[in-house]
């Protein structure tokens, strides 16, 4: 007996119905899994400029490159990949309850590590994300590297950095670069990162120059360690107020950082008392030396940076002190030799990793005279231990001052430093000038470019008891012990960490 029609119907409308629930699952997989968000001509879930590539070119590359990241689907199925999912999942839902992020936002993940927290962001509505990463994983995360995005510029509402991410790019400048390159003015930046210390946080601040603070709190992090939890709004003008005093500012002054001031308080106190053996006071003043590495983290500047002015031979301070005693925070220091005696020029030229500046450190691009002085021995003797010499500060011809003098070239240090190195940078110099700090201080506070440098190690030449005389002082220098101790002084008022050196 034939079924009735009715009961036909209803067949044909329960199969219709399971085909269409059957295609809405696999619609679902092919945009949350497989990656095929763009298969067709008439419809594309994510812009040209956010387009997925397709598994099997990921794949590939994936071959290429030796990774030995398991698969997506493989990893997605785990556990602890679940329970990171819901940590973020966590954080954006308060994320979006203070405002910060929207449904309609466009979202990227920067450096995601395995896509938990895009995943975390489609499931609560944020449908418009994506992750970069150097391991690509479609459809959560593209090929990209966080300092070098592969995206338009303003193509963004919100970013995130997770769990230090951006602590440990080793590029945080130009991380924060793309940042404010991609973000759109109005869009927020949220990182988590493990900045403890006032320096460590501020210095990450002074990298996002197009964003002002919303606020900022401790939050358990995805592995139970605490990180700090930092929100930024991008703004339509760069607001870095320090870079004033080096862009052309007419007082060319620096902001003196409250946290700076902080660590100077910390640091070994200054010497009141002129010590009457400096040979031996130096020696006890090294071991109580309160370094700034060794009271804050520098995670977050760009470029490590050590400039010997005074350098002398090799092995006088950069081999013999900086190499083997400075504590690094195992960062890869860029070094520079100031050094204008021709004697010690030689022996840089095999040393790897240090670049010579054949110069004086001035106050101006000039020529300067050196004296020779002789206690005793031969002139070639004085100069091969790079002793003896001292800066004559009245420029004259060299017929002037008869056959004992040297001519060399003396650069003007302030431009040369603005040059060479940025805010963004970690500067420490070791200053051992013959009596020039007395120019060269002065000069680098008035111009502002005080504020590229962090940390100072300094010489200052006075009229100090002999070593060989009992009772005499030194005829070579005529500034007085006072005068060096209120240049010291004077910088650390300027916000600089200085510390006496001999």
């Given at each position: ?205 002074d990298l996002f120059n197009c964003c002002r603070l919303i606020r900022t709190r401790n939050v358990d992090g995805v592995d139970t360690t605490s990180v700090r939890e930092v929100v930024l709004r991008k703004e339509t003008q760069f607001l870095n107020p320090r870079k004033l005093g080096l862009g052309g500012n007419s007082s060319n002054k620096c902001l003196i950082a409250g946290y700076k001031l902080e660590l100077i308080r910390k640091a070994e106190p200054l010497m009141e008392q002129e010590p009457l053996k400096p040979w031996i006071a130096w020696k006890r003043n090294l071991k109580k030396v ?213």
């Amino acid at each position: 007996m034939d079924p009735p029609p009715n009961q036909l119907r209803n067949i044909l409308v329960r199969l219709l119905t399971f085909a269409v629930l059957v295609l809405a699952v696999r619609f679902a997989y092919v945009i949350t899994l497989a990656g095929e968000s763009c298969g067709y001509n008439d419809f594309c879930f994510f812009p040209d400029h956010l387009r997925l590539r397709g598994r099997a070119s990921l794949d590939q590359n994936a071959a290429v490159s030796g990774s030995k990241e398991p698969r997506g689907v493989d990893l997605w199925t785990t556990k602890k990949w679940r329970r990171t999912v819901d940590y973020y999942s966590a954080i954006f839902q308060e994320l979006i309850a203070e405002g910060f992020l929207a449904p309609n936002s466009k979202a990227l993940c920067v450096g995601t590590r395995a896509g938990e927290d895009v995943l975390a962001l489609k499931e609560n509505g944020v449908v418009n994300s994506i992750g970069i990463s150097g391991n690509a994983s479609p459809p959560l995360i593209l090929p990209g590297a966080p300092h070098r995005q592969p995206f338009d510029e303003a193509s963004f509402d919100f970013e995130f950095s997770a769990n230090g991410s951006l602590d440990r790019s080793g590029r945080p400048a130009d991380f924060a670069n793309e940042v404010c390159r991609t973000l759109k003015p109005g869009g927020f930046f949220v990182a988590q990162i493990f900045a403890k210390d006032n320096y460590s946080f501020n210095s990450f601040l002074d990298l996002f120059n197009c964003c002002r603070l919303i606020r900022t709190r401790n939050v358990d992090g995805v592995d139970t360690t605490s990180v700090r939890e930092v929100v930024l709004r991008k703004e339509t003008q760069f607001l870095n107020p320090r870079k004033l005093g080096l862009g052309g500012n007419s007082s060319n002054k620096c902001l003196i950082a409250g946290y700076k001031l902080e660590l100077i308080r910390k640091a070994e106190p200054l010497m009141e008392q002129e010590p009457l053996k400096p040979w031996i006071a130096w020696k006890r003043n090294l071991k109580k030396v309160k370094y700034l590495t060794s009271m804050a983290d520098i995670s977050f500047k760009q470029r490590y940076v050590y400039i010997d002015v005074g350098a002398r031979s090799y092995g006088s301070s950069i081999g013999s002190w900086f190499k083997k005693q400075y504590p690094k925070q195992s960062k890869s220091f860029e070094v520079y030799a100031i050094e204008a005696d021709r004697v010690f020029h030689e022996e840089y030229r095999d040393k790897e990793g240090v670049s010579l500046v054949p110069y004086a450190a001035w106050v101006r691009n000039e020529t300067l005279f050196f004296e020779i002085t002789r206690d005793s021995g031969s002139k070639d003797v004085e100069m091969s231990r790079g002793i003896g010499r001292r800066i004559n500060h009245n420029v004259r011809s060299s017929s002037s001052y008869g056959e004992e003098v040297d001519k060399i070239k003396g650069i003007d240090f302030v431009e040369w430093l603005k040059r060479s190195v940025a805010e963004s940078d970690f500067v420490v110099v070791k200053m051992d000038v013959e009596g020039s700090e007395f120019y060269l201080v002065p000069r680098l506070i008035e111009s502002g470019a005080i504020c590229l440098i962090d940390e100072v190690f300094m010489e200052c030449h006075y009229n100090r008891w002999q070593r060989c005389c009992c009772g005499q002082r030194s005829a070579k220098f005529k500034r007085s012990y006072g005068q060096c101790l209120e240049l010291f002084t004077k910088l650390r008022e300027a916000g600089v960490l200085v510390h006496q050196w001999w």
